[in-house]
């Protein structure tokens, strides 16, 4: 048979991890090639549509259109913070117009101001503790940092970071809402199953930085989807352990700063939900490769049904055989660590490394 290249699930207990940070659209990289940056440091930003606002100056002040041009106190360049002077004082009463929020003066005169409103900035952050090793045209940065990584099947689509809190003593049970209280704002969180709606929603309300889980019940994703913090499944919907591969990883090491990539898995540009746990380095660690040619022996994790998320090794290459669908494809024979065998595509198979 032709050889078959596999995409591969990476649970590394060290590596070189190097990632793409960019805005879809031209911007303002803020980072130089070779800065150290934090998981929280802006890399890159761009001014989305600006917003303008007119002020009426006589209006403001209560004062005569003829008379309201000599109290203006800006002029057109001049950056503004919220609250400051822009009209004024005028009066007994002390009138004055001040700015609404952070802006720019754009025209000043003729009893009118016109502010350009500066908040309304897109920045991108650097997501994980690294280096800028590149510069990607007016648009974005890839940062490379040394360190653990264990990838997932699916995320809520947010990214962020924080120090991770264990509550999953063992790979199985469920995180329920009384495990969580006021110690974990702003911790990410190991569980290992959701079957509750108010989990997730105490989560929101404590602020947490992510949710690390193996499993969530399919009936949470509308809900889980709408969660301001990043949300990862390292196995999918169902009642689903988490591998003892990767609990062991994660459960090791509790206490430290994690970064959680919870972005949506794309096959074609080989992108998945990760979780990004910055180690110190050694030479020579080599960085992970998206594809492997399939072979006997290796470890294989199985992504569809009946076998989902489960791990064995490969033990024979089948060629082309017919499966019991009915449908004729190349197959491979895995055997489980309980013992049991199965026959299964080899579009179904994942490398383990």
Not at 56 to 72: C, H, K, P, Y
Not at 175 to 187: E, F, I, Y
Not at 201 to 230: F, H, N, T
Request: proline share 5%; glycine share 10%; aromatic share 4%.
């Amino acid at each position: 048979m032709n050889e078959f290249l596999a995409p591969t699930f990476h649970v590394l207990p060290l590596t070189v991890i190097r990632r793409e940070r960019k805005l879809p659209f031209p911007g303002k990289i803020l980072v130089r090639k070779g800065q150290k940056v934090g998981a929280n440091d802006a890399v890159v930003e761009a001014k989305l549509s600006p917003k303008h606002l007119m002020l009426d100056i006589a209006m403001g002040l209560a004062v005569s259109r003829t008379q309201s041009e000599r109290f203006i106190r800006v002029k057109p360049g001049d950056r503004l913070a919220k609250g400051d002077l822009i009209a004024g004082p005028v009066g007994m009463g002390k009138r004055v117009v001040r700015a609404p929020q952070s802006c720019q003066v754009i025209l000043a005169g003729s009893d009118q101001v016109l502010l350009e409103l500066t908040e309304n900035l897109l920045q991108v952050k650097a997501g994980m503790s690294g280096e800028v090793v590149e510069l990607i045209a007016d648009c974005g940065v890839e940062i490379e940092t040394t360190g653990a990584l264990i990838q997932g099947n699916w995320g809520n689509g947010r990214i962020d970071f924080g120090v991770m809190t264990v509550l999953a003593k063992e790979p199985g049970g469920s995180l329920l809402p009384d495990q969580l209280d006021m110690s974990m704002r702003g911790a990410v969180i190991l569980g290992v199953h959701c079957d509750s709606e108010n989990t997730l929603r105490l989560a929101q309300e404590l602020s947490v930085r992510g949710l690390i889980l193996a499993s969530m019940l399919i009936s949470l994703r509308a809900v889980a989807e709408k969660m301001d913090y990043p949300i990862l499944l390292l196995e999918g919907f169902g009642s689903l352990g988490m591998s003892k591969q990767a609990y062991k990883l994660l459960a090791n090491n509790g206490r430290r700063e994690v970064s959680v990539n919870a972005q949506e898995w794309n096959a074609f540009e080989g992108r998945r939900p990760e979780i990004v746990i910055p180690l110190p380095g050694e030479g020579g660690v080599a960085p992970p490769r998206m594809l492997e040619r399939l072979s006997v022996n290796q470890q294989v994790r199985s992504v569809r049904a009946p076998h989902a998320g489960e791990i064995g090794r490969l033990i024979r290459l089948c060629g082309t055989v017919s499966l019991p669908s009915g449908i004729r494809a190349q197959a491979a024979e895995v055997q489980y660590d309980n013992g049991e065998k199965a026959v299964l595509p080899l579009e179904n198979l994942e490398v383990f490394i």
